[in-house]
Structure formats: C-alpha cells, structure tokens
C-alpha cells in the first residue's frame, strides 16, 4: 500500500518494495536490521516506510549482494556513501577490488567448465570405442 505524505512525497511499506524489486519482506527486514537502507523512517504504527531514495539503497544493497559481495562490505560501503562525494574514490576501490574479486571468479568459472568439456569428450569417445575400464583419465589414448 503507497502511502502518499505531505508535499506528495510516496512512501512505500516494506510489501510494497517486496513486490517492486521481487524479493521477500523478510530479506529486506533482515538487510533493514543490518542497517543497509540508513534512512527508512516508521510509522506511528512501527511500519517501514521507504522513499524513493531508499529504494536507491534498496537496488544497491540487491546489485551487490548478487555480486557476491559480503554484507560487511556493503554496510562500509553503504557508510562512505552517506559521508557524500569526500568518499567517492574509497567507494570507486571498493568497486574496483569487488570487480577483481569477480573476473578471478569468472576465469575460475571458465577452468572449470574447460575441465568438464574435456571430461565430456573422453567419455564419448570412451564410449564410442567401446571401452570397458571408465574412470576419470582424460590423456588416455584408446583403442581403435
């Protein structure tokens, strides 16, 4: 349920940003209690209330999250930017370091996958000749 305020500023409920951004409420009361979204304000009844910047902080806190990045970085993260643009080049390594962290993950990611189209190609092959003995060798050269 928006909830529209003085000067027709819109506050959305925690329901409301579930459903925007395709999470659970619990996931975003678990990030709201870690302190990740710094200004959400309550009600007079105890409910979130988020703005339209803290949905800022909401796509933030999800895009990094789905980097991999851990909780920890995202609240020092998510600090630097509440100290405004004196912390922008902390913010930019941070990015940077997190951007490293992801190719290594990414090149590891391509070793793996070449280890399996190997694998792949011995067991054709294993089974095309009709090989018996089956186990893992992938330099083995079979019988024709």
Not at 110 to 130: C, S
Request: charged share 30%.
């Amino acid at each position: 349920m928006i909830v529209t305020i003085s000067q027709g500023v819109k506050m959305y409920t925690i329901n409301d940003v579930a459903n925007i951004f395709s999470v659970s409420p619990y996931t975003l009361r678990f990030y709201a209690k870690k302190n990740l979204f710094p200004k959400i304000t309550r009600n007079r009844h105890n409910v979130r209330l988020f703005s339209d910047k803290d949905l800022e902080y909401v796509e933030m806190v999800l895009a990094l999250r789905h980097t991999g990045m851990s909780l920890k970085s995202i609240k020092n993260y998510i600090d630097l930017c509440n100290l405004g643009d004196n912390s922008v080049n902390e913010r930019l390594d941070i990015i940077k370091a997190e951007l490293n962290k992801a190719e290594e993950k990414v090149n590891d990611s391509i070793k793996q996958r070449d280890v399996l189209k190997e694998k792949l190609e011995y067991y054709r092959q294993a089974i095309k000749v009709g090989e018996k003995n089956v186990i893992w060798g992938t330099k083995r050269k079979f019988k024709q």
